[in-house]
């Protein structure tokens, strides 16, 4: 999955788009350490917040992955969960940016 993440945040770069992460591994070095080996460059937000429900808690995750595609007006357009599939992914954000005005390069 890493792969085709990092492949959007390229094709997409310079267009309303923003990957966000939410990790739900517990162990904060190891994790740093993962994201520096996977090459994840994208802002990735723990799952678990001290004194306040989870972020899987607060929007319903039972999944992962599940993924969420929001619109410029904060709107969740898609939801997945589980891996849809590079091909799906890339076919709603394009139909999204399309949408919008902002056609990606193919």
Same mark, same amino acid.
């Given at each position: 999955m890493f792969p085709h993440?990092? /492949?959007l945040v390229k094709k997409l770069e310079g267009k309303p788009f923003v990957l966000l992460g939410v990790n739900g591994d517990d162990d904060d070095p190891k994790v740093k350490e993962k994201?520096? =080996?996977q090459q994840i460059t994208?802002? /990735?937000f723990k799952n /678990?917040?001290?004194g306040k429900p989870s972020l899987a808690d607060e929007w319903n995750i039972d999944a992962w992955p599940t993924l969420?595609?929001?619109? !410029? !007006?904060g709107i969740i357009r898609n939801r997945w969960e589980g891996s849809p599939g590079d091909k799906v992914i890339d076919e709603?954000?394009?139909q999204l940016l399309d949408e919008i005005? =902002?056609?990606p390069a193919k």
């Amino acid at each position: 999955m890493f792969p085709h993440e990092r /492949s959007l945040v390229k094709k997409l770069e310079g267009k309303p788009f923003v990957l966000l992460g939410v990790n739900g591994d517990d162990d904060d070095p190891k994790v740093k350490e993962k994201n520096s =080996k996977q090459q994840i460059t994208w802002r /990735s937000f723990k799952n /678990s917040r001290p004194g306040k429900p989870s972020l899987a808690d607060e929007w319903n995750i039972d999944a992962w992955p599940t993924l969420f595609l929001v619109d !410029h !007006h904060g709107i969740i357009r898609n939801r997945w969960e589980g891996s849809p599939g590079d091909k799906v992914i890339d076919e709603a954000i394009d139909q999204l940016l399309d949408e919008i005005g =902002k056609t990606p390069a193919k």
